[in-house]
């Protein structure tokens, strides 16, 4: 009879016969082996459960400012989109007149020029094809979420402020004017173009405000909404973010801080 001899010392096995390869009982102790290998190994649940919690905590605290990030580039990317669509336009409008309608701020100035602004107005709208067009009323008839007026948002800004000035200056942009007055246009990617309402008769001008993912939050400016101007001179007219009625809400950015980022 062939005789076996095991030891399970310290949790190990030998035989004196080590070619013996397929013997139930080496693969018993082999098992045996393993399993006591694993569990002096293994991570307690303790342990698994302090691992999740730090990774649940390094979660929480990184995953709002990728948010943010990736936000900030979408909004990036749509106002590129809009400045794009609009300063194409306005190159479409020089080719089909070969010359570009007085409307606009003169360069290096805040003095305008404004006799052509109604024949400019419907010649962007023709080009444009807005779904949507709300001549007053924006607000009651849909075109528009509620916006606050240069009025509200320097208010808010500055509690202490004398909005007069501002609202003389800027009309057009006071949230009365915007939410019942201006004239208002929604493409069919629902960007929203707002027109500022001049003291004369064309009921358009050389500044408009833009909001570059239309009814998507948050509808505030220095966020999705900025005022933009037409400025230029007769052998250029270009899209413009410097100087006439700007506004940001607390955390904004104005116009240009916009454009500058954009184009780094």
Not at 25 to 41: E, R, V
Not at 135 to 145: R, V
Not at 229 to 234: C, L, S, Y
Request: hydrophobic share 35%; charged share 20%.
């Amino acid at each position: 009879m062939i005789s076996l001899t095991f030891s399970q010392g310290g949790g190990g096995c030998s035989t004196k016969f080590p070619n013996l390869k397929n013997s139930s009982l080496l693969h018993s102790c082999s098992y045996k082996q393993n399993k006591l290998y694993f569990i002096q190994n293994a991570f307690t649940l303790a342990e698994v459960l302090i691992t999740l919690g730090i990774i649940g905590i390094i979660a929480a605290m990184t995953l709002p400012t990728v948010i943010n990030r990736a936000n900030e580039y979408i909004l990036k990317q749509q106002f590129k989109k809009v400045y794009n669509i609009l300063q194409n336009a306005q190159m479409r409008i020089y080719a089909d007149n070969e010359s570009y309608y007085n409307c606009y701020y003169i360069k290096d100035t805040t003095s305008t020029k404004s006799n052509d602004c109604q024949a400019m107005g419907e010649h962007l709208k023709k080009l444009l094809n807005p779904i949507s067009i709300c001549e007053d009323n924006a607000y009651s008839k849909g075109c528009i979420p509620k916006y606050k007026g240069i009025d509200t948002v320097e208010l808010e800004n500055n509690p202490d402020a004398d909005t007069e000035n501002t609202i003389r200056n800027c009309l057009g942009f006071t949230e009365e004017s915007i939410l019942n007055q201006d004239e208002t246009w929604v493409l069919k990617d629902g960007t929203i173009i707002g027109w500022y309402k001049y003291r004369y008769n064309s009921k358009y001008g050389p500044l408009i405000y833009v909001d570059i993912n239309g009814n998507k939050r948050p509808n505030k400016w220095g966020y999705d909404i900025f005022p933009m101007i037409w400025r230029g001179d007769e052998k250029l007219v270009r899209l413009d973010a410097n100087g006439v009625c700007t506004m940001a809400e607390k955390g904004g950015k104005s116009s240009k801080q916009m454009l500058e980022d954009v184009w780094k």
